[in-house]
C-alpha cells in the first residue's frame, strides 16, 4: 500500500493519541532512585579499544558519581549489584527512529476495532520493549512523537529518552508529501491535507512557509528540525533522483533552527541534494547511500554528519513496488559505508523501520549488520559516544540535560551490564534478552537486578 494511502487510515489513531497523550509537560514527582553499586564490573567508556580493569561504579540519582576501587561504602537502602567481571557498558542510541509509525502496520491501522486502547498498548509495547532492548535514547526524524515523548517523560510509559524533530517538512510532490490521491493542493483550495491535521508531515513551500513550518515544529518542542531534500524509497510522488526544495528554501530552514541553537538534518540521497544542503548550511545528511567520493570528501571538510543506515534488500511486507525503487539505495549502501568513514566523515547509525513493527525486535541486530566495516569497539562506539555527540547538536534544545553515551564520572546514568565481553563477541548485543543482564535509564533499573 502506498504510504499516502495510509494517511486516512492514520488519522482516527493519531488523534485518538494526541487526546489522551496532551498531558502537562512536567513529569510526576518521583523520588530519587537509592544510591546503586555495580561491583566488580569492567567497563567499555564509550571510546576506548579495550575494556577496563574490573572496577566499581556508583550511581546516585541519575548521575555516574565515581568510578574506581572500593568507591563507596554502601549504606542503607544502596543496592549493590554483583559484576562478577562482567561488562558495563553505555545505553544504546538510534539515531534515526519513527517511534509512531513503527509500531502499527498498514493491515492494522484498517483494522475495524482500531480504537483508542489498542493503539495505546501497541504503541507503549513498542517503546518498552525498545528499552528492554537497551536503546536508552532515540533521535526521531519525522512524525507525531510529541505525545508519546510526554506519556514517557511523565513516567506513564515505559520508553526510551526522545529527540523528536516533529512532522517532516516537504515541499508540494516532495518525500513527505502524503496527500491522498484525490486530496489538492491546500494552498488553491484552502483545505488542509489529512497528515498535516495530525501532524504526520507538513507542506510548505517557499521562503515563507518553510519559515513557518520550521517555527511551529519548534513552538511543538522540536530538538532539531527534518526535512527532505531529494527523493525516497517509501513515497509515492516524487522519483528518487529527483532534487527538493530550492537553495533559498533551504537557507529558510536552516536560519529559523539556527536562530533557537539547532539544527537541520536532511532526507537525501544523491550528490545534487546533499551539495544543496551543504550550501544551505545543513549540519546533518540522512540516507546518503547515492553519494560520491566528492562529496563525502566535501562532508568531512565542512564537518557535515552523515546519520546512515545498513536496511535489508526486502521483507515479506514490503510492497513490490518499493523493493524495486529502493534496489540502488541497498546497492549504494555497501559502498558509502566503508568509503565515508575511509575519508573522515562524521558517522551516525539508526534503523529507520516504518511501517513494520515485526521489524522492531530485529534493532539490536541491524547494527551487527555493520561488522564487516567496523570493529567490535567501533561499532559500540557509533551507538554510544557517535550518536550521543550528534544528539548533542541541539544544543539548548536538547529535552535532556547531561552527558549520554559514556561511562565517565558526571554523566548521565544510563547503562547496561551484559553477559560476557562484546569486545571479543559483539554478537552478544544482538541477544538483549538473554544478554543484557541489567538495563538502566537515568538511574533507575528498567530491567534486572532491583
Known sequence: MPLHALVGALRLVILAWAALAFAPLHAQEQAPPPEIVFADVRVFDGTSKTLSQRVDVLVRGNVIAAIGQDVAQPGPGTIVIEGRGRTLMPGLIDNH????????????????????????????????????????????????????????????????????????????????????????????????????????????????????????????????????????????????????????????????ASDWNTYVTVHAYHPKSVRRAIEAGVTVIEHGNL????????????????????????????????????????????????MAKRLGVKLAWGTDFLFEPGLNAQQNAYLLRLKPYFTPAELLRLATHDNAQLLALSGPRTPYEGRLGVVEEGALADLIL???????????????ERNFAVIMKDGRIVKGAR
Open 97 to 256: 527512529v519513527h517511534m509512531m509509525f513503527n509500531s502499527l502496520s498498514p493491515a492494522q491501522m484498517l483494522e475495524p476495532d482500531m480504537g483508542l486502547e489498542k493503539v495505546m498498548q501497541l504503541s507503549a509495547g513498542q517503546a518498552r520493549a525498545m528499552l528492554l532492548r537497551g536503546f536508552t535514547a532515540v533521535r526521531d526524524v519525522g512524525g507525531p512523537s510529541f505525545e508519546l515523548k510526554r506519556l514517557i517523560d511523565s513516567g506513564r510509559v515505559i520508553g526510551p529518552r526522545i529527540w523528536p524533530s516533529g512532522p517532516m517538512i516537504s515541499q508540494t510532490s516532495g518525500h513527505a508529501d502524503l496527500r491522498l490521491p484525490d486530496e489538492p493542493s491546500r494552498r488553491f483550495t484552502g483545505k488542509i491535507p489529512r497528515a498535516e491535521q495530525v501532524w504526520a508531515s507538513v507542506i510548505a513551500d517557499g521562503r515563507a512557509e518553510v519559515l513557518t513550518a520550521v517555527r511551529e515544529n519548534l513552538r511543538l518542542g522540536a530538538s532539531q528540525i527534518k526535512i527532505a531534500a531529494g527523493g525516497g524509497t517509501s513515497s509515492e510522488y516524487d522519483p528518487l533522483d529527483v532534487t527538493q526544495y530550492t537553495l533559498d528554501e533551504m537557507k529558510a530552514a536552516v536560519d529559523a
Open 291 to 338: 553519494l560520491d567520493e566528492d562529496t563525502l570528501r566535501l562532508m568531512a571538510d565542512k564537518g557535515v554528519w552523515l546519520s546512515a543506515q545498513m536496511l535489508v534488500e526486502s521483507t515479506e511486507a514490503m510492497d513490490p513496488r518499493r523493493r524495486e525503487k529502493r534496489r540502488p539505495v541497498i546497492e549504494g549502501q555497501k559502498r558509502v559505508w566503508p
Open 418 to 432: 551484559v553477559e560476557g565481553d562484546p569486545l571479543a563477541e559483539i554478537d552478544l548485543i544482538a541477544d538483549p
